[in-house]
């Protein structure tokens, strides 16, 4: 039975373990869920016959509580479903350990500027059919232990090409894998290739069929962040199906020795068990794809020096524009530049723009910011004074706390260069310790500041609150350790805000940045991603210091036409072209019509 959202033949089917779609579906947990989103409202804008499959996850990410010493705890999130989510009929079923698991899904329309709509589907195993276990499958995101996440997974990549073909979507010719977790989904198409051939095995040219068909984008610049199970999970979840390639098919055998790592050669999977091989899901996405990107420049040559093996290529990130503008700048937007929803590109003209227009436009933003600051804390932040912006998830390579490092130093800035006020926000995993200490390290430099530089920790970062932040501070900060930020989409945010950057030149802002015209650089441009120096955190900070107290308060309380002209090349130069309008047109030239 054909879907309601099937009316148009769609050829590309996005998968990805997280999409963040409206404030109030917890079905994201951070950067990766919200570019996904973003993807598909691009996908929408340019009417590209997309289909997109997640998981339905009922408890979702968490909501994040913070005591008043900065001790995180996590809530189950609560949701209705069919508040948001419209339950299609058609049912499938994935096999784990030997047991069925039924599948539904439910459907969500994302509607693009010109009326398109790409349909999302979020597969939920949550019916009375299943065992408790499979049932909670579709439960938490990124919860449990590793085979709980690989469950997930084959739901994910398996039961996703099994849904959709229930579905009625037989014309896909594309399958775009964001991130590995959906990398299974390769062994479904290759025992489709197989049965449509008359076999039970798997050989090279369903290999290279199934080749042609995937696309997969890699967003992990470290080798420990990308998905390993071992393979007695394997063996464990697929008991009867661990013979399906023709072990005297070389293609098949090469294939099997990139993506299983093991200590010997052998003959055949259940012998790769017994050595204590692990799989890869990365390298199983990247032996069965067609085209292989990072999502900056600089993160696709670290993606080739941690796989050489693999031509990867580079697809910037990007925002979707209409999504993250603030109502006001969407307004001074709508009367200046008409065309800008349709074509992003015609942001460049946001050079002619009144300039008493585009700060009256972000004082509005900047108020409601600090309204939001003040409902949730009872602080009264000062619209006068410069306000500097930090939200991101909070884990040990992102530094939140880079400029807490010397607070005698901020307070002299504060006194000789001009008054500012810091404002954070971010989730840690609930299992990360080092991210929720930063948090309560955050907490203790509020307290040690006291009124010198007001800060306040926003808690429970979401949609809503990064829009404000993004859009309502008057500097984006963004400290990563070199080279582990492989896009950061958050600046590209208040780029479209008139909200100039001071970062780390790292991920996307060594494309972005152009010094006094876009924002501000955190030290040198580092070259090579491999060896070299290690992070000077003292120098880094040193540098931060000496930009905020040297130029950038200097420019905002003294020289405010400057700093207006930086926010106008902030729109003009980086909101123009950091957007998912953009990366998904490179995504049709290079990827789909590859």
Known sequence: MASQGNSVKRIVAYFSMEIALENAMPSYSGGLGVLAGDTIRAAADLRLPMVAISLLYRKGFFTQRLAEDGSQTEDPVEWRVDDFLQEEPVRTHVSIEDRRVDLRCWRYSVKGVRGFEVPVYFLDADLPTNADAHRNLTGSLYGGDSYYRLCQE?????????????????????????????????????????????????????IEKVRSKCVFTTHTPVP???????????????????????????????????????????????????????????????????????????????????????????????????????????????????????????????LGLPAEEVWAAHLIAKHELLETVREKTGLNFDPEVFTIGFARR?????????????????????????????????????????????????????????KSVPVVFLDNYNLDLGGKITSGVDLWLNTPQFPLEASGTSGMKSALNGVPSLSILDGWWVEGHIEGVTGWSIGEARRSVAGGAPT???????????????????????????????????????????????????????????
């Open 394 to 450: 909070a884990t040990g390579y992102k530094r939140a706390d880079l400029i807490l490092s010397d607070l005698d130093r901020l307070r002299q800035i504060a006194k000789n260069a001009g008054r500012f006020q810091i404002i954070y926000a971010g989730k840690a995993h609930p299992n990360d310790g080092g991210g929720k200490d930063i948090i309560r390290r955050i907490y203790h430099a509020k307290k040690a500041l006291k």
């Open 154 to 206: 084959v739901v994910l990549g398996i039961g996703g090409v099994r849904m959709l073909r229930a579905l009625g979507y037989n014309d896909l010719t594309h399958y775009h894998m964001n991130e590995g977790h959906a990398a299974l989904l390769s062994l479904e198409l290759l025992e489709d290739e197989a049965k449509r051939a008359g076999r039970t095995a798997v050989r090279g040219e369903d």
């Open 224 to 350: 420990a962040g990308h998905d390993r199970f071992p393979m007695e999970f394997l063996t464990r979840v697929f008991p009867k199906q661990t013979g399906f390639l023709d072990m005297k098919d070389a293609a098949s055998v090469d294939l099997m020795k990139r993506v299983l790592q093991a200590q010997q050669d052998f003959p055949g999977l259940e012998e790769a068990a017994r050595q204590g091989a692990t799989l890869n899901m990365t390298q199983l996405a990247l032996g069965l794809s067609t085209y292989v990107n990072g999502v900056a420049k600089v993160h696709g040559e670290t993606s080739r020096q941690m796989f050489p093996e693999v031509p990867i290529e580079a697809i910037t990130n990007g925002v979707h524009a209409g999504t993250w503008t603030s109502p006001a700048f969407q307004q001074l937007f709508d009367r200046y530049i008409p065309s800008w929803r349709e074509d992003n590109y015609s942001l460049r003209g946001a």
């Open 536 to 594: 000077d955190n003292k120098s880094e900070a040193e540098s931060l210091y000496y930009k905020l107290e040297s130029v950038i308060l200097p420019m905002y309380y003294n020289e405010r036409n400057k700093f207006l002209e930086v926010m106008q090349h902030a729109i003009a130069i980086n909101g123009s072209f950091f957007n998912t309008q953009r990366m998904v047109q490179q995504y049709i030239t290079d990827a789909y019509l590859r």
